[in-house]
């Protein structure tokens, strides 16, 4: 669901969330409306730990927005980057040992593997969501835990279809297949015409649990049902086995092996079609001069709808956590509260250049959504999104299975022709009933 | 005065046992032995037992576990991935570890010959040795590459392969990938090794064995090989026990793929315990790696050092 304008001055909170509406406009200041305030701690610093930026931008900006709050607060915010692979280590090590930076930057359902490390910021979450039209569900799923907020829902990183659009227009389409079976047909003509597509197979983190999920989402199928008993066994899982072999004979080979970096290079060197990717692989292109003719080439959709009959994807969330043991929990919640007000807010999803999609509803309105129609795929990410381990709860297991890449490699084993359909699903069955036994 | 005279007998007696403590060889050895030991115990039992126990309960990553007794082991033998990455641990280190012996010491033997800039050779040859492994790992990353690889891309400009080769994308490429950019890594090591042993061998004996009319084949069985066994033992070991528990290479390769076909017990371990939030099962991984370590080092201790064997005698 998108909030307009006219939803946010009619809604419960229409006062304070029409206020943030008219700042995103330039017209008023948000922190005006401030229902909370978080008074920093005498002599108060704060370390940030997050993951190394994809794009550029996102990070000037955040940086910038966070010597403004140095500036008005006194309080020095120290900033450290990880690559991203190293960020749910680092976190974990953090939590159990109970020392390291005060807030964090994690993916996923992580915050649900130590809640009880994690300071309570209901009052943070509540208050800004009260101000700026309410929290999408899906990052607020991977940041809320028995109904306290364990987290601030911070980002979607969303992934969509990036296409080179003449060779897709050479295969005899004119406008990009918007079902899984018309995706299909196009990647079949797409290998024929010399321009295969590319999804990884291999033991991306990322990119491959998108890729997995998709698959499984659209065709019906789902790794646990409401109370956790696993159901990946099931005639749906089979069919989008079934279509993810099909859908593999279309693709560059070598795809088993590929990590999260391998279709972004193969896609920039001409050498396939199509893959899923965040926006980050659009301005790889764009950015390199030698690369100008391809970046005007590339067109950006979102992932076709399977049998089902709507968009489900899994994207990427990260949310910002306060660990307890933190010395100045209140200078760590006013930064929080600082970055997601409208000014730093708007000005660092403008940074990101569409690469980081919001959790407050009020900031859809944001003028890079429009900036050029291949943001547009990426702007509801955080409102479509469907949780990790769906439709069962968040918390170890279904982290566990993820990191264990039960999908992937179901999907891997099928498509490769490694394993019969069947054989894969019951295998991913018997993987995933090792976290989600009683 | 019954207290100031017991004081008088009672210093004499004090200095008497601090000036023989101070002389008793014993003493003195314990206490020298003591930053050693309390280093080792801090820095390795202390470590070693928490993993052990670790293995024992069902820890998780911001929950600390009951014991649970032998159920993660339970849980591992039924795991299939788990036996996997035991095959492959073995394969792995079994396969590397044999090239890394045949290489290394063919290696050492031309070094050891008298060669033009014999220093810049050797020096050279421990490149490999010394680079980081995570940069040589991506090094290889290249190398291997489903679509850049320089090894496609050179066998096709000749003509000799119409399409790149999957080196990682296919199991029994991507384990021969992997241990090949291990043996690689591996070889300086053995090698240089290698040679200093066989600088130890007195010139004299291989002159004798020549004037004997000796074979050169003869002096390596009959004079080389025992000499050198005792290095071959340690250096054996350590190559072992080094592949055995190798991460980075795989980590940064494969992540264990494709479909798990490289995953060693240490990629396991590590993906189940961290990534995966399990402490005590990756734990449990862990410990089940030491009775493979404790067999390597047994197998070089009591196998390759027979002393009667390196002496000519009969084994």
């Known amino acids: 669901m998108t909030i307009s304008r006219r939803d946010l001055l009619l809604g419960g909170a229409g006062l304070a969330a029409g206020a943030a509406g008219m700042s995103l406009l330039g017209s008023g200041p948000a922190r005006a409306q401030s229902a909370l305030k978080f008074t920093p701690e005498p002599g108060a610093s704060l370390r940030v730990l997050r993951w190394s930026p994809f794009v550029k931008g996102d990070e000037d900006s955040w940086l910038a927005n966070t ?50 490390k994690l300071l309570d910021v209901t009052d943070l979450a509540d208050d800004l969501a009260s101000r700026y039209g309410g929290w999408y569900a899906g990052p607020e799923g991977y940041a809320k835990r028995d109904g306290r907020f364990i987290g601030i829902p911070l ?34 003509a797409l290998k024929a015409n010399g321009h295969p597509a590319g999804f990884p197979h291999g033991k991306a983190v990322g990119d491959g649990n998108n890729y997995a999920h998709w698959l499984l989402w659209s ?67 764009k950015n390199d001069p030698k690369l100008a003719e391809m970046a005007e080439d590339i067109k950006t959709t979102n992932l076709p709808i399977g049998p089902v009959g709507e968009s489900v994807e899994l994207h990427q969330t990260t949310t910002a956590v306060i660990f307890k043991y933190t010395k100045y929990p209140e200078a760590a ?29 009020a900031y859809a309105s944001n003028p890079i959504w429009k900036a050029t129609p291949l943001h547009e795929p990426y702007a509801k990410a955080s409102e479509t999104l469907r949780p990790n381990g769906y439709a069962g709860p968040l918390g170890y297991a279904s982290a566990a299975v993820m990191a264990d890449y039960v999908l992937v490699d179901m999907f891997a084993e099928a498509a490769t022709g490694q394993r019969t359909p069947e054989e894969a699903a019951k295998r991913a069955e018997q993987r995933a009933n090792r976290y989600y036994r009683v | 005065m019954s207290v100031s005279a017991d004081t008088i007998t009672a210093a004499p007696s004090s200095r008497w046992s601090l000036s023989r403590l101070a002389h008793d060889h014993n003493f003195l050895g314990l206490l020298f032995l003591l930053p050693a030991a309390v280093f080792l115990l801090v820095f390795l039992t202390y470590p070693l037992g928490l993993g052990v126990w670790l293995g024992f309960t069902d820890t998780r990553i911001g929950r600390a576990g009951v014991f649970v007794g032998l159920e993660n082991y339970e849980l591992l033998w039924e795991d299939q991935i788990f036996w996997l990455s035991v095959f492959n641990t ?24 008298r060669l033009p800039f014999k220093a810049f050779f050797r020096a050279i040859v421990l490149l490999p040795w010394v680079v980081p492994t995570v940069l040589s790992a991506i090094a290889f990353w290249w190398i291997y590459d489903a679509q850049f690889s320089i090894i496609s891309w050179a066998l096709q400009r000749m003509g000799l392969i119409d399409a790149p080769i999957n080196f990682l994308g296919d199991a029994t490429n991507a384990r021969a ?22 600088q130890t061998i007195p010139p004299s004996l291989h002159e004798a064995a020549t004037l004997d009319g ?28 080094f592949t055995f528990t190798d991460f980075q290479l795989i980590y940064v390769l494969t992540r264990g793929g494709p479909l798990n076909a490289t995953h060693l017990m240490a990629t396991l371990s590590f993906q189940r315990a961290i990534p995966g939030g399990q402490l005590g099962e990756g734990a449990a991984i862990a410990v089940a790696m030491i009775p493979f370590l404790l067999a390597a080092i047994l197998f070089s201790y009591f196998g390759l050092q027979r002393r009667r064997w390196q002496q000519g005698g009969a084994d």
Not at chain 1, 349 to 358: D, F, H, K, P, T
């Open chain 2, 90 to 113: 073995i394969l792995y280190t079994t396969v590397a570890s044999v090239l890394k012996f045949a290489l290394g010491l063919w290696l050492a033997l031309i070094l050891n010959e």
């Open chain 1, 333 to 361: 919640k006013a930064y929080l509260q600082f970055m997601f007000e409208a000014d730093q807010m708007n000005n660092w999803i403008e940074g990101s250049n569409a690469y980081c999609c919001q959790t407050l509803k």
């Open chain 2, 214 to 241: 000796a074979t050169s084949w003869q002096r390596f069985r009959y004079i080389t090989l025992p000499m050198l066994t005792p290095i071959i033992a340690v250096v054996m070991t350590f190559s072992v026990l």
């Open chain 2, 177 to 198: 990938s992997v241990i090949a950019a291990n043996v690689w890594r591996g070889i300086p090591f053995v090698a240089i090794s290698l040679l200093a042993g066989l």
């Open chain 1, 67 to 116: 010597k403004k709050f140095t500036e008005l607060t006194g309080v020095e915010v120290r900033i450290d980057k990880e690559s991203w692979e190293d960020i749910r280590p680092k976190a974990a090590v953090a939590a159990n040992v109970g020392s390291g930076p005060d807030i964090m930057w994690v993916w996923f359902d992580d915050a649900h593997q130590y809640p009880d």
């Open chain 1, 155 to 188: 980002a979607t990183i969303g992934n969509a279809i990036c296409y080179r659009e003449s060779w897709v227009k050479e295969a005899g389409f004119s406008e990009f297949p918007k079902d899984t079976q018309g995706f299909l047909e196009l990647c079949k």
């Open chain 1, 219 to 285: 065709h019906g199928g789902k790794m646990v049902d409401e109370n956790g008993k696993v159901v990946i066994n099931s005639p749906e899982t089979i069919e989008a086995l079934k279509y993810a072999r099909e859908l593999y004979q279309t693709f560059i080979p070598g795809t088993e092996s590929w990590l999260d970096v391998n279709n972004n290079r193969a896609f920039l060197a001409g050498e396939i079609s199509l893959t899923a990717n965040g926006v980050s692989l659009y301005y790889s292109a």
